[in-house]
């Protein structure tokens, strides 16, 4: 299958802009449905996460139009009242209306303005227009033929769960619906014929799964940076139990508690029951060491950049196993593995890199042809070496 760029110019410039914000250091979700309700509201084109401190986070959605009539204005009240709605931080619009005026009307607004000379600029860019990932189109393609090979649709479903996670509820909410949703993919590219393109398909969603869920719990230590690491240690294990906001969650089934006792016959019992199950359902989800790793690499920008790391490799054209991850990354993610009870060594042989056949290959031909070893040869005189057996 061809996996160099597809669709048309609005998307190829989608993946364009892509590129131009992965490579100034930002972690990038394109392609995200707006979901409220179990209803898809809208579509965001570009979703960016900067991390450019210890406390400075910040989330720009940016909509992208490449067309002859652009209609920027409106684009622009509209990416403008959507990043209020979801309650971002930051809107962009990237259109080819190149009038002075509108780009001074989006910088009195606070709105990225990014136009039609940006973009021939990056179009003209050598370092943009390198064919070191494959395109969302691409991915799609291949999520839709597993899809239809096995008579479902839940991988692409799954995709875009983890994906519509970011919009609405970005943090320790959209981390738990990600590692909910890297379980049941890890466990697909197991279950998948080893080296298939199922099992690479699977693997790849399971590394972007991982990379939302790295940028999730991020972004949900920044209350607690500045805090001693056995608080922000609590803070992790409360976020991976409990969901976005602990309080919150106590609050509520203190609720339905009040609920159960006022409605339900012996409420009082019931009430209990069910308030006792649930925490120690809680209470049991091995939590603790994930919590650590993730409170330690969130001192700094480390898990930041792992999250930027997972996400290349999804979508990377040569798809790196998890032995060939580097050791940082390959340590949270070995970290979310246990915490899921996946078996990291059965994962790391689900299919075979490029780079795996390369040494295969390198192996096959030294063994056809082997190269003569340098050393003492026990007749110096038939190899015309000095008579003392030293190399030259």
Not at 18 to 40: I, P, Q
Not at 207 to 214: E, Q, S, T, V
Not at 231 to 241: D, G, N, S, W
Request: no cysteine; net charge neutral.
């Amino acid at each position: 299958m061809n996996l160099k760029k597809t669709g048309d110019k609005g998307r190829k410039t989608e993946e364009l802009l892509r590129a131009y914000f992965l490579r100034a250091g930002f972690f990038v979700v394109r392609g995200v449905t707006l979901r409220v309700g179990g209803a898809d509201l809208t579509d965001i084109d570009l979703w960016v996460y900067e991390r450019s401190a210890t406390l400075a986070r910040r989330r720009t959605i940016v909509d992208i139009k490449d067309k002859k009539t652009p209609q920027a204005a409106e684009r622009l009240f509209f990416v403008k009242g959507l990043a209020e709605a979801i309650q971002v931080e930051g809107a962009g619009v990237a259109t080819t209306d190149n009038r002075p005026a509108l780009r001074e009307f989006a910088r009195r607004n606070g709105v990225l303005w990014i136009d039609g000379a940006d973009i021939q600029r990056m179009k003209d860019s050598p370092e943009l227009n390198v064919d070191e990932r494959i395109t969302e189109e691409a991915l799609d393609t291949l999520v839709s033929n597993v899809d239809a090979g096995r008579g479902t649709k839940g991988l692409k479903e799954s995709w875009d769960r983890i994906k519509s996670a970011v919009a609405d509820r970005f943090g320790a909410a959209s981390a738990n619906t990600a590692l909910d949703e890297a379980q049941a993919l890890a466990r697909l590219a197991l279950m998948a014929h080893p080296d298939s393109v199922s099992s690479r398909v699977a693997g790849r969603i399971t590394y972007l799964a991982a990379a939302i869920a790295a940028a999730s719990l991020d972004f949900a230590s920044a209350e607690s940076a500045l805090r001693p690491f056995q608080e922000r240690h609590r803070q992790m294990v409360h976020a991976l139990r409990f969901g976005e906001d602990a309080e919150g969650t106590s609050q509520r089934l203190k609720w339905a508690e009040a609920a159960i006792r006022q409605y339900a016959p012996n409420g009082n019992a019931v009430a209990k029951l069910v308030r006792d199950a649930f925490i120690e359902d809680a209470m049991a989800v091995p939590a603790e060491n994930l919590a650590e790793i993730a409170a330690r690499l969130t001192k700094n920008e480390a898990l930041f950049n792992i999250a930027r790391k997972l996400e290349r490799a999804a979508y990377s054209v040569d798809l790196p196993t998890f032995d060939e991850l580097d050791v940082e990354t390959k340590g949270f993610l070995g970290a979310v593995f246990d915490f899921l009870n996946i078996d990291r060594a059965s994962f790391a042989k689900a299919w075979v890199s490029a780079l795996q056949n390369d040494k295969v290959a390198a192996n096959l031909l030294e063994k056809a042809h082997p190269q003569p070893e340098l050393g003492l040869d026990p007749d110096p005189e038939k190899a015309g070496s000095p008579p003392d057996g030293k190399l030259l």
